[in-house]
T-cell receptor, first 113, second 111 residues
Framework: EAQVTQNPRYLITVTGKKLTVTCSQN?????MSWYRQDPGLGLRQIYY???????DKGDVPEGYKVSRKEKRNFPLILESPSPNQTSLYFC????????????FGPGTRLTVT | QKEVEQNSGPLSVPEGAIASLNCTYS??????FFWYRQYSGKSPELIMS????GDKEDGRFTAQLNKASQYVSLLIRDSQPSDSATYLC???????????FGPGTSLSVIP
């Protein structure tokens, strides 16, 4: 089954404790991205990757890191989480940048206290 | 001005009625337009895409595009309670640009 998986689905953590949210896709897609979704603000892109070892900042990259060492995986790293990073996070993939159909993971609800 | 704007809602319609969801965008050079549906607690899924002025129909869904007015809409005919969700409008400038999402409109279909 074609899918994007994310782990964990729910996470409560404390300020400053490093965390990683994993993302994996099995569709051999070139393009992967991370979004955060906040009420009234919609989906905002954090980082994206056009292929292995090629990543770039999206609209709200501050406080986040990513890496793309393998085509299928695109982890999101919060080195020192803060309460303003409490949000719903989605990983998405598509055949290439700009492809209309993006496939979204199930989401990770992060709470930073 | 936000790049993609939508009324946040909630929009409430009775079962069987037509639901009309609207979206405006600021970049006149935008070429591709998408509607995603997102159920509460779930991830967005693509339901319609439209690239040319006019209407595009798919079952109970019709997307309408007017590039001159920078306006795209989604009509849902014979609305069902299962259509209750948030609908996200997304816009892309060229084939190699990223997709920009609007904030979404919450739709509630009342039985």
């Amino acid at each position: 089954e074609a899918q994007v998986t994310q782990n964990p689905r729910y996470l409560i953590t404390v300020t400053g404790k490093k965390l990683t949210v994993t993302c994996s896709q099995n569709m051999n897609h070139e393009y992967m991205s991370w979004y955060r979704q906040d009420p009234g603000l919609g989906l905002r892109q954090i980082y994206y990757s056009m292929n292995v070892e090629v990543t770039d900042k999206g609209d709200v990259p501050e406080g986040y890191k990513v890496s793309r060492k393998e085509k299928r995986n695109f982890p999101l790293i919060l080195e020192s989480p803060s309460p303003n990073q409490t949000s719903l996070y989605f990983c998405a993939s598509s055949l290439r940048q700009g492809a209309g159909e993006q496939y979204f993971g199930p989401g990770t609800r992060l709470t930073v206290t | 001005q936000k790049e993609v704007e939508q009324n946040s809602g909630p929009l409430s319609v009775p079962e069987g009625a037509i639901a009309s969801l609207n979206c405006t965008y600021s970049d006149r050079g935008s070429q591709s337009f998408f509607w995603y549906r997102q159920y509460s607690g779930k991830s967005p899924e693509l339901i319609m895409s439209i690239y040319s002025n006019g209407d595009k129909e798919d079952g109970r869904f019709t997307a309408q595009l007017n590039k001159a007015s920078q306006y795209v809409s989604l009509l849902i005919r014979d609305s069902q309670p299962s259509d209750s969700a948030t609908y996200l409008c997304a816009v892309r400038r060229t084939s190699y640009d990223k997709v920009i999402f609007g904030p979404g409109t919450s739709l509630s279909v009342i039985p």
